[in-house]
């Protein structure tokens, strides 16, 4: 089978890569949370966004987009911007019940995402070969979340000193930070907001 892949498809391996890279250190740092690791694990965001990026422009610069590169290129995005940021925010310690259910909402609105641009991919590209927009924002943009923590992570503002602290809501924890990856997911997913893509 890897004698049919493309280079386009080993860059998006290398994102794959990177985003496995993310989560394993999310779980190394979880023990802690050890800020370097969280760092570390953060790094992998921005390096699969470089993969992501050139696979898209090296399969076009070589003519050679296939169905299996843009699945793959899906697979390997839901890896290194959903399940990754998801996976870095419990590590930094967004561990509450109501934490969890967001982080698990942001990952099926990446997924969903995903899977809905795939679908409509041929009719979003009005019979061109390049999809002219997005309906919601790209799973990319969860490098922002990964960022964030980064930051926190830098500043030691995280496990109990997460920022904005948390809320006792019924039986569990919400801390307000993982507000961000449900507006994050709701954005994906949107069908209203429509971002031209270059």
């Known amino acids: 089978m890897i004698r049919g892949f493309h280079l386009a498809d080993f860059l998006t391996l290398g994102n794959a890569a990177c985003g496995t890279a993310g989560v394993m250190l ?92 795939n679908v409509t991919a041929v009719a979003l590209s009005a019979g061109g070969d390049k999809v002219r927009y997005f309906e919601g924002t790209p799973i990319p943009t969860s490098v922002v979340l990964s960022a964030l923590l980064a930051l926190a992570a830098g500043q030691g503002r995280v496990g109990d000193a997460l920022w904005g602290g948390f809320w006792q809501i019924g039986p569990w924890q919400l801390h307000p930070l993982a507000l961000l990856y449900a507006l994050s997911g709701s954005l994906m997913i949107s069908k209203t907001l429509r971002i031209p893509k270059f």
């Open 26 to 117: 999310a779980m190394l740092a979880a023990a802690g949370p050890d800020a370097r690791l969280l760092l570390l694990a953060a790094a992998m965001a921005p390096a699969a966004l470089v993969f992501d990026v050139l696979d898209g422009r090296v399969a076009r610069w070589r003519q050679q987009q296939s169905a299996l590169g843009r699945e793959l290129d899906s697979l390997a995005d839901v890896i290194s911007f959903g399940v990754a940021p998801a996976a870095l925010g419990f590590a930094a310690g967004l561990q509450g019940g109501w934490d969890a259910a967001l982080l698990l909402y942001f990952v099926c609105c990446g997924v969903s995402r995903l899977a809905r641009y």
